[in-house]
């Protein structure tokens, strides 16, 4: 493995298009995470799964955004009807979970940057 | 919203300074970390200190936290051109979930 590895690197998009993208995680890891991040801000969480069930949405997941993560291996977060506000680094972290008091820190890929034109 | 708020939010030193910065919390937390993130890349973990713990060493990083303040601090000794980056704090309750910071941005000048 060398890393959590996300494709695109790069997106452009007209807006109320609908994109993919996808996110292959460290393989041993069981846990993976989506965030969003803006210029400068810190990454806002979107969603996490435990293997390949998604235990946890954030608010700021609307209804045009879904996440899923089949087998529970790589993840795809698929965003429809694309707005300009969209427009962000989306980022993918996996971490390994040992129960439910264990802390470990995440491994993050390189993002995916997004722009809504 | 965003759980930690890091203190400054810009700093500027040179080679061979030490900088620190500052994360304050709200709510009762499981653990704190501190990830570096260069630009436009993703972030790296940095190091991790659990709630029970004050303080934590990782080659030229310090860590500390005060729970009683919800506080921590990042101190990176004997600072290299290659330390400039931003950096978060995030903190995680149960489960794992952490919630970031808006970051210092961190310019260390040869």
């Known amino acids: 493995d060398t890393g959590v590895s996300q494709n695109p690197r790069h997106k452009i998009t007209k807006r109320g298009q609908n994109v993919t993208f996808r996110c292959d995680p460290i393989s041993e890891h069981n846990r993976l995470y989506w965030y969003r991040q803006t210029l400068g801000q810190g990454p806002e969480f979107l969603t996490y799964f435990q293997n390949e069930a998604q235990l946890e949405k954030s608010r700021l997941l609307s209804d045009r955004f879904s996440a899923e993560r089949p087998k529970g291996s790589f993840s795809t977060l698929e965003i429809q009807r694309t707005e300009q506000g969209d427009s962000a680094m989306y980022l993918c972290a996996s971490t390994v979970s040992g129960g439910r008091n264990s802390i470990y820190g995440y491994t993050f890929g390189s993002g995916t940057r997004l722009t809504v034109v | 919203s965003q759980q930690g708020e890091e203190d400054p939010q810009a700093l500027s030193i040179q080679e061979g300074e030490n900088a620190t910065m500052n994360c304050s919390y709200k709510t009762s937390i499981n653990n704190l970390q501190w990830y570096r993130q260069n630009s436009g890349r993703g972030l790296v973990h940095l190091i991790l200190?659990?709630?029970?713990?004050r303080e934590k060493h990782s080659g030229r990083l310090r860590v500390t936290l005060d729970t009683s303040k919800k506080s921590s601090s990042l101190l990176i000794t004997a600072s290299r051109a290659a330390d400039t980056a931003s950096y978060f704090c995030a903190t995680g309750g149960s489960w794992g979930k952490l919630q970031f910071g808006a970051g210092t941005q961190v310019v260390v000048t040869p």
């Open positions: 200190i659990r709630s029970n713990e």
